[in-house]
């Protein structure tokens, strides 16, 4: 699908031997190029890791504010020991 009227910029990457064969044969074998490949994997990546970033600076921004409930350590502590034996307890409710 070509690009129609977009700009790109150049960014220059080292990357292992091994990483640069996968990549080769993926290229090879989706009969795109290395760049299309690699393009694709960045925009994923990006938007996996903008997403997390910002759930995180928004629960931050929650707590700061006071308006986050938050469960007791020590019970979430037991609560997650718990898990897979014969006594699984409950989960620790929020306060």
Request: proline share 2%; with cysteine.
């Amino acid at each position: 699908m070509a690009r129609l009227h977009e700009s790109s910029s150049t960014l220059s990457v080292r990357v292992a031997p091994e990483l640069m064969q996968q990549l080769d044969q993926l290229a090879l074998a989706e009969g795109r190029t290395r760049s299309f490949i690699a393009e694709e994997a960045l925009k994923r990546y990006v938007k996996e890791e903008s997403w997390q970033v910002q759930a995180i600076h928004h629960a931050l921004e929650t707590a700061d504010a006071g308006e986050a409930k938050f469960a007791d350590h020590g019970e979430v502590k037991t609560w997650l020991k718990s898990w897979g034996s014969s006594a699984t307890s409950t989960s620790p409710k929020c306060k």
